[in-house]
C-alpha cells in the first residue's frame, strides 16, 4: 500500500483505554504521531468526545477501535464512534447492519477478520480465508481492515505478508507490537498502518512516552 506504515498511537493498555488518556495526549500532542485513537472501554461517553475533539482539534487522524463481538454491541460501537466524532471505526466482528450504517454516515470501517474472541483478542483462522473474506467485505464498501497480526495462533509474520499482498486496501495490524524486532516485520509486511499502545505504556521503546513515539516513527521512516 506505501512505503512507510503510519503508526497510531492507542492510549490503550490491554484493550482498554486508560484513565489518564486525556493527560497523556496532552503530554504528546506535539509528538510526531499524527494517527491517534482508543477503546470504547472504560472512558465516560462526554469524556470520549472531549479528547476526540481535541485530538481533532490538535489536527489528529482519530480512531475509535471497538472490541465487541455480538452485532448489538458492534452496532453501538459504530454509534459511538459516529457520535465521538472519529474519522474511522476499526474493530467489530464484520456485520451488514454495521457497515449499512458506517456507510450512511460517511464513517470509514475496518473491521476485524477471521475467528476473533476474548478481550485481550485473540485471532484464529485460515490465512486464505481470511482473505477471501476481506475481498467479500470490500465489495460490500469497507474501508479497510484490523488485522490482528500478533494476536494470531498461527504464524503471524507469514499471515501479516500474505494478508497485505493479497488484499487491495488498507491494513492496520493492530495489538502487541512491542519491540523493535517486530516492527522490522511490519516494515517488511508494509501495511497502511499499525498500531501500538500497551508497549508505550510499558516503556518498551525506552524514553519517555513522547520520546518513545518520536522513536518508533522515525524508525519507520528510515
Known amino acids: 500500500m506505501n512505503n512507510n506504515p503510519e503508526l497510531i498511537v492507542m492510549l490503550t493498555y490491554n484493550d482498554c483505554t486508560v484513565e489518564n488518556a486525556y493527560e497523556t495526549f496532552e503530554q504528546c500532542k506535539n509528538s510526531k504521531a499524527r494517527f491517534w485513537g482508543f477503546k470504547e472501554k472504560n472512558l465516560p461517553l462526554e469524556q470520549m468526545k472531549n479528547l476526540y475533539a481535541y485530538m481533532k482539534k490538535c489536527g489528529k ?37 454495521v457497515n449499512d450504517f458506517c456507510r450512511k454516515n460517511n464513517l470509514k470501517y475496518m473491521p476485524f477478520v477471521g475467528k476473533v474472541t476474548c478481550r485481550p483478542s485473540i485471532l484464529e483462522g485460515d490465512i486464505d480465508d481470511m482473505i477471501c473474506e476481506a475481498n467479500k467485505y470490500l465489495e460490500k464498501g469497507v474501508y479497510g481492515f484490523d488485522l490482528l497480526g500478533y494476536r494470531y495462533t498461527g504464524d503471524p509474520v ?5 494478508f497485505v499482498s493479497h488484499v487491495h486496501a488498507p491494513v492496520c495490524l493492530a495489538g502487541s507490537i512491542n519491540s523493535f524486532a517486530r516492527l522490522d516485520e511490519v516494515k517488511d509486511a508494509n501495511p497502511w498502518a499499525f498500531t501500538i499502545g500497551s508497549a508505550f505504556f510499558d516503556n518498551q521503546f525506552d524514553g519517555t512516552f513522547s520520546e518513545q513515539i518520536n522513536k518508533v516513527y522515525d524508525y519507520m521512516k528510515n
Open 158 to 162: 507469514v499471515l501479516n505478508k500474505e
Open 61 to 97: 487522524t482519530t480512531f475509535l477501535e471497538v472490541v465487541e463481538y455480538t452485532e448489538d454491541e458492534c452496532l453501538e460501537g459504530a454509534k459511538m464512534a459516529l457520535e465521538c466524532g472519529c474519522d474511522i471505526l476499526m474493530g467489530t466482528i464484520f456485520f451488514d447492519s
